[in-house]
């Protein structure tokens, strides 16, 4: 299985769904927004997409960065298939925006959306953040390669707590990695909660043995002590846990980053995908970005709307397989 580190994907020639455009560099043309922006985030508040939507809109708002005001609009359900289910009855319309994530691949993918990522227009991709993979304190898992052991010589015995249903984000995350572990993913006990709070609830209950969530869910258990970080999924270590290994310190050959980004309705033209590109190019370079992604765990990722089409391509490819893997892929 490649690895689905953010910089890894090999960018293909041509774009993705023949909605892209050239680099953030190149000029918006004459394009600008005329009123208000809506900004979808397909969740509740307090999750990963909505803490994405507001704090990029008030960085793009109070840096002067967008000409009209950026209204976060949260369409929970779905997995995010409400959203999009919304976002797509209106094609062509440069004043709605939504905030993505690995489920706008996932969720298809599963055949639980009648929308895919080729049904929208990739404006850039901003950030990547580590799964982690946790047990309580008390745990007598040590290590990833525990776990591992344990998951080999008697999957059932283990129950694994994560934030998203089946085939999605968490569950996706955990099966590549027990995968390159030598077990079997198909076999694992996944227990799904809605959001990574639940799921980690649940192992402080004793009603799993682990859990995965992202790293900025779980920093602040870490720090009272009351969870143990097994390892991390990305290339290199998290900052807001330095301590943890990743999985390929760990001996596990596996990468996987919760990549976050920005798409819009099929059919912009290449003026308003340039606007928009060069909006959030200029947003992540603005110091209050930079520290407010320190303080959430973000990781600097962006790709304009050329290179994060073509990232979705190969990230979709990788993740179907892992899908099939374990069942789940329609």
């Known amino acids: 299985m490649a690895a689905l580190a953010a910089g890894s994907a090999t960018l293909l020639l041509a774009a993705c769904g023949g909605q892209q455009t050239t680099g953030a560099g190149d000029s918006g043309g004459d394009w600008k927004p005329t009123k208000p922006i809506e900004y979808i985030a397909p969740a509740g508040t307090g999750g990963g997409w909505d803490t994405l939507a507001r704090t990029s809109a008030r960085v793009l708002d109070e840096a002067k960065i967008i000409d009209r005001p950026m209204r976060v609009v949260n369409k929970p359900g779905g997995g995010g298939a409400i959203g999009w289910s919304y976002i797509s009855q209106y094609p062509a319309d440069a004043h709605k925006l939504f905030v993505t994530s690995p489920p706008i691949l996932l969720v298809p993918l599963a055949g639980k959306s009648q929308q895919t990522y080729d049904d929208f227009t990739p404006i850039a991709r901003l950030n990547t953040e580590p799964l982690a993979y946790v047990v309580k304190a008390s745990s007598p898992f040590k290590t990833f390669g525990d776990l591992a052991a344990k998951l080999k010589s008697d999957p059932k015995s283990i129950s694994i707590a994560g934030g998203s249903g089946p085939g ?163």
Request: net charge negative; hydrophobic share 40%; proline share 2%.
């Open 168 to 330: 999605s984000l968490d569950h996706v995350g955990l099966a590549g990695a027990v995968k390159a572990a030598g077990a079997d993913a198909s076999e694992v006990k996944y227990v799904p909660f809605d959001g990574g709070g639940e799921a980690l609830t649940a192992l402080l209950g004793g009603h799993a043995e682990a859990a995965v969530a992202g790293a900025s869910e779980v920093t602040g258990l870490v720090k009272s002590g009351d969870l143990r970080v097994l390892a991390v999924s990305t290339k290199e270590r998290s900052e807001i846990l330095p301590d943890a290994p990743t999985l390929t310190e760990s001996g596990v050959k596996y990468v996987f980053d919760i990549w976050r980004g920005v798409m819009g309705p099929k059919g912009l033209s290449q003026a308003q995908i340039a606007y928009y590109e060069k909006a959030y190019k200029e947003m992540t370079e603005h110091e209050a970005w930079k520290k407010e992604s320190e303080k959430l765990g973000w990781t600097n990722a962006y790709l304009g709307s050329k290179d994060f089409g073509s990232f979705l391509h190969e990230q979709n490819k990788d993740l179907s397989s892992i899908l099939a893997d374990v069942g789940l892929k329609k």
